[in-house]
C-alpha cells in the first residue's frame, strides 16, 4: 500500500536529500495552459465563459451567479448547531491568533530631524477562493476571511464553485460560514476562471478586480494565480496536501496512521510520510495502515494517495538524520511524536505549520487550533510562509527630514550620485539647500 524507503547508513547531502524526497507526479505547470485558455476566456468574454465553464466542469449552468443577502442569511439559519458553534468557536480562535500577525507601527529617528516611520496597509479590496470539488470546506471560509477582516480589508469577493446538488449555488454550508463573518459578494464561480474573473473582475456581475487573492484550490487554480501573479498578489501557488510525522519507537502507531490516512482523504495526489528511527513503528504503522484504511469513508481515494509516489514510510538512523530530512522535504503539515519533541522542535526551521505531541494531530489545525490552515505545498515551506493577516498587509516607509537633517546629509548624498553617474540626485538636494 505504501513505500519504504531506507536511509540507514546514508549520509545525504542537502541537495541529495531534495533529490530524495517523495513528491507527486502531478506538477501545476502541466496545467498551465489549459488555465491560460480558462482565464482569457473569463477575461474576454466575462460571464457567458463562466457560465460555459461552470456547465463543463461543475455539471451544471447557473441561472444566478451572486447570492443575495436573503440567500446569505437563509444559509446561515440553515446551518446544523454543532456546525455553527464550530464556526464560531473556529472565528474567534483564528481571529486571536491572526491579530498577533498584525505589526506595530514603528518610527526609527536616524537623527536630530529625521524621521522615518514604518507602517502597514491592508489592500483595499481581496479575492478568497474556497474549493468545492471532493469536499466542503467552511473551514477555509474562515481562515481565509478572517485574516483578511483583522488586517482591515474593507471589501472581500469570495468565490466557490456552482454546485449541481444545489441548483448551480454555492454549497449552502460555505454561504452559511461567509453570513456569519459578514461577507457580503459571493459568487458561484470555480476552477481556474473564477481566478480570472477576481484579477479582471466581470461586469455583468459587478465583481470589480480585487488586489490580493487567495485559498487552496487544484492544480487547474494554483496555476491561474501564477498567471495572473503580478496584476494581483496571492498568497502562494499550493498543490495537494501533505503531512510528514517524525515519530520514534514510543510513538502509537494507531495515531500515526490515523494522521497519515487523514492527509490522505484529502486528494489521490495527496502526501503522506512517515520519518523514524524505529524499524518497529514502520512495521505497525504499515499494519494499521492495512487495517484501518478499508474503513475509511474515502478508502479508494487513501488506498490511491498512500500508494503514490509522493507517500513513504522513510527509516533513518536517528532523529538529527529525521530532521535534515524533514528540512529537506519543507512540508505543509509536520507533526512530531517522539520522547523528547521540544529537542526535535529546535532543529525545524522549514515547515508551514508544526503540531507537536500526540494530542496535536493536524486536524485539530484543519479547524480548531486557531492557526490558519492554507500554508505553502511542495516544498515552498522553505521559503515562504502560509496565509496570514500580514498576506493582505503592504508595509510602506514614510520619511520626514527637517531642513537642518537634509543638510546634515547633503555632502555624502552629492557624492554618491556622482559615484553613480546621476548628478541630478545630489542637485535636488543642493537646491533645497540654496534656497531660504
Known sequence: MIQTTDLRGRRPSPS??????????????????????????????????????????????????????????????????????????????????????????????????????????????????????????????????????????????????????????????????????????????????????????????????????????????????????????????????EILVIADGTADAVLVAMDLISQAEHDEDAAAVLVTDSAGLVDAVRAELERLVPRTLSAERVRTALGGRQSALVLVDDLDRAVDFSNAYGPEHLEIQTADDEAVLAGITDAGAVFVGPSTPVSLGDYLAGSNHVLPTSGQSRFSSGLGAYTFLRPQQIVRYEHAALAEVSERLVALSRAEGLPAHGEAVSARLERP
Open 16 to 241: 541529495d536529500l531534495l533529490a530524495l524526497v517523495p513528491r507527486t507526479a502531478a506538477d501545476v505547470s502541466a496545467a498551465t495552459a489549459s488555465a491560460e485558455q480558462l482565464v482569457t476566456a473569463v477575461r474576454e468574454r466575462g460571464l457567458s465563459a463562466l457560465a460555459d465553464q461552470a456547465e463543463r466542469f461543475d455539471g451544471v449552468r447557473p441561472t444566478t451567479f451572486r447570492a443575495t443577502a436573503d440567500d446569505l442569511a437563509r444559509a446561515v439559519d440553515a446551518l446544523d448547531p454543532l456546525v455553527r458553534d464550530a464556526l464560531v468557536e473556529s472565528i474567534a480562535r483564528v481571529t486571536a491568533a491572526s491579530r498577533a500577525q498584525v505589526p506595530a507601527p514603528a518610527v526609527t529617528r536616524p537623527s536630530e530631524g529625521a524621521v522615518v516611520e514604518q507602517r502597514w496597509q491592508p489592500v483595499g479590496r481581496a479575492g478568497v477562493y474556497v474549493p468545492g470539488g471532493k469536499a466542503v470546506y467552511p473551514s477555509s471560509v474562515v481562515m481565509n476571511v478572517v485574516p483578511a477582516q483583522v488586517a482591515g480589508v474593507r471589501e472581500i469577493a469570495l468565490v466557490s464553485p456552482a454546485q449541481r446538488e444545489h441548483g448551480g449555488a454555492v454549497h449552502p454550508v460555505v454561504l452559511g460560514a461567509a453570513g456569519l463573518l459578514g461577507v457580503e459578494e459571493v459568487y458561484a464561480i470555480g476552477g481556474a476562471g473564477a481566478v480570472g474573473a477576481l484579477a479582471y473582475g466581470v461586469p455583468e456581475l459587478g465583481l470589480e478586480p480585487v488586489q490580493v487573492i487567495t485559498g487552496p484550490g487544484n492544480n487547474f487554480v494554483a496555476a491561474a494565480k501564477q498567471l495572473v501573479r503580478g496584476r494581483v498578489g496571492i498568497d502562494s501557488v499550493a498543490g495537494a496536501t
